[in-house]
């Protein structure tokens, strides 16, 4: 056992990768044992069968312990398959890891360890604010004691938070994670699935309330939810993994999957939205309309086409521009007298 003690005065397990001896080997040696086990009884009852009692109590005696024996050692096979790792532990001590897969024989007394294997479930349900919204965050559920290095998913689910504006914002996330240390993931924290878990609903809450929903200025540099969630999604990957590197994990990638604002103030929200659209709409529709009313003017009176006045161009410019600015289509009105 590798035990290193950090300036903190607290004992950190180094990893011990263990070489256990063929589970094929020792399967033969075992299958021939019994097949000993078994001849010895059968000559130890041959044996009384001849009066000779003390040999072949003896015979008996020692085929019965060799069989309980045997049995003892069948505790020490363990299959590991590919992207699987196996931590044991020998009378709570750490014996070692196994990364390789295949089929090994061990000390049939050491024991694989996984804290997380004895959880009953691997759904976290989780409160998200005073009006009793829930988010539910689902693990891969296992009642295996080996640990799982493959590549996985967190999908935490829809949960309540303020942005930094104070407006209530549901948001929702997937976290692909993988095991690194397995040895570190066991023994440095209770259950590291749970512990991803809750350390991930902390991060989307804090990266959260640092950012506003959306901004309503067109041209405006700020980051926000909806605008740069790829630059937000890839801070929380960064804090989520300094959050769970004790705990001998790896965060690939953080996306969010679902924002929206709150049910409380969607539809006002949706209102103001609409409003700057409509404001921005209304801009453009006036910028281009003094353009034309502009061209207009100058192309007539370059041609001499008709001299107008200060006064008729006045008139002619109110004219045009409630036609251009209008919400419905112009009526015309043919004037068969003067304009006077």
């Given amino acids: 056992m590798s035990i290193q003690k950090s300036d903190n005065s607290t004992n950190i397990i180094v990893e011990k990768e263990i070489v256990p001896k063929s589970g094929i080997a020792a399967l033969l040696l075992i299958l021939c044992g019994f097949a000993a086990s078994v001849l010895l009884f059968i000559l130890g009852i041959n044996v009384l069968s001849s009066l000779n009692s003390g040999l072949g109590g003896f015979l008996l005696a020692f085929g019965i312990v060799l069989f309980c024996i045997l049995c003892i050692l069948l505790s020490g096979f363990h299959v590991v398959n590919p992207k699987e790792a196996l931590v044991m532990t020998l009378f709570g001590k750490y014996y070692g890891t196994i990364k390789k897969e295949g089929f090994y024989y061990t000390n049939p007394f050491a024991s694989a360890f996984n804290p997380a294997s004895a959880a009953p479930s691997t759904n976290f349900t989780i409160a998200t604010g005073t009006s009793g919204t829930t988010a539910q965050t689902s693990l891969p559920s296992s009642r295996s004691k080996k640990i799982s290095t493959k590549t996985m998913t967190l999908n935490n689910e829809k949960q309540k938070v303020n942005d930094v504006l104070g407006n209530p914002v549901i948001i929702g996330a997937i976290v692909i994670w993988q095991v690194v240390d397995p040895t570190t993931a066991v023994f440095n924290v209770e259950n590291y699935q749970s512990f991803l878990s809750?350390?991930?609903?902390?991060?989307?809450?804090?990266?959260?309330?640092?950012?506003?929903?959306?901004?309503?200025?067109?041209?405006?540099?700020?980051?926000?939810?909806?605008?740069s969630s790829q630059e937000i999604a890839d801070r929380m990957r960064l804090e989520l993994q300094g959050r769970v590197l004790e705990a001998g994990l790896e965060i690939k990638e953080v996306r969010i999957t679902h924002l929206s604002y709150s049910e409380e103030i969607a539809a006002a929200m949706l209102?103001?939205?609409?409003a700057v659209a409509i404001i921005a709409a209304r801009q453009k529709i006036v910028e281009g309309a003094v353009s034309m009313v502009k061209m207009a003017i100058d192309q007539l009176g370059e041609e001499g086409i008709v001299v107008l006045d200060e006064e008729r161009k006045a008139a002619m410019v109110s004219n045009l521009l409630v036609v251009l600015c209008g919400n419905r289509d112009a009526q015309p009105i043919v004037n068969t007298g003067t304009i006077y």
Avoid: F, H, W
């Avoid at 209102?271 to 609409?274: D, F, G, L, S, Y």
């Fill in 198 to 227: 809750i350390q991930c609903d902390s991060t989307i809450r804090n990266i959260a309330r640092l950012y506003p929903y959306d901004t309503m200025e067109e041209d405006a540099d700020e980051k926000t939810l909806r605008g």
């Fill in 271 to 274: 209102q103001r939205q609409q």
